[in-house]
T-cell receptor, first 114, second 112 residues
């Protein structure tokens, strides 16, 4: 029983396309996150949602739009994909948004834009 | 905002030797400091964490030390084994807010 799951695991698409990545957690956590990990392995937070409300929105192009239909799901939609969007995207969740709690990561989605 | 620096970026040690990875942070409001291990192609996973009311914490071969005055914390791995080879990330987080600030990662290679 996977705690944090993401689909798809791999995504190959062409520039200009629109794509979505889905994330679900069955831990009952209140807070969910999206991270981008580039080729140099840097882990950069993109968004944070607490109980379906956007809490953090780092400097991310507005082509990226997160959507949280309920607190167990946080999806990431990307419009007009660019080459520089190629990366591994990790979803994560934590018990609440106080910051002092372990983050549980999903398996990652490797996005390749050609 | 918080700035977390991590050194070294790569580290190679002989099996059985110790490995030390160091991180510094800038925001005195940070008081939770986890360490994550990411094996090749896998997700980051928590291996140990420390809070600011504690100076040191140990779990078998892994220990973390925190110097809140100097704003730095370190991961120590003793008797390293090949399966310790991975990328290690430190992070800093305040108790309030939802922010986690990750270091830039250290790629550790343990040579058999």
């Amino acid at each position: 029983d996977t705690a944090v799951s993401q689909t798809p695991k791999y995504l190959v698409t062409q520039m200009g396309n629109d794509k979505s990545i889905k994330c679900e957690q069955n831990l009952g956590h209140d807070t969910m996150y999206w991270y981008k990990q580039d080729s140099k392995k840097f882990l950069k937070i993109m968004f944070s949602y607490n109980n379906k409300e956007l809490i953090i929105n780092e400097t991310v192009p507005n082509r990226f739009s997160p959507k949280s239909p309920d607190k167990a799901h946080l999806n990431l939609h990307i419009n007009s994909l660019e080459l520089g969007d190629s990366a591994v995207y990790f979803c994560a969740s934590s018990q609440d948004g106080t910051g002092g709690n372990e983050q549980y990561f999903g398996p990652g989605t490797r996005l390749t834009v050609t | 905002g918080e700035n977390v620096e991590q050194h070294p970026s790569t580290l190679s040690v002989q099996e059985g030797d110790s490995a030390v990875i160091k991180c510094t942070y800038s925001d005195s409001a940070s008081n939770y400091f986890p360490w994550y291990k990411q094996e090749l192609g896998k997700r980051p996973q928590l291996i140990i964490d420390i809070r600011s009311n504690v100076g040191e914490k140990k779990d078998q071969r892994i220990a973390v030390t925190l110097n809140k005055t100097a704003k730095h914390f370190s991961l120590h791995i003793t008797e390293t084994q090949p399966e310790d080879s991975a990328v290690y990330f430190c992070a800093a987080s305040p108790d309030t807010g939802n922010q986690f600030y990750f270091g830039t990662g250290t790629s550790l290679t343990v040579i058999p």
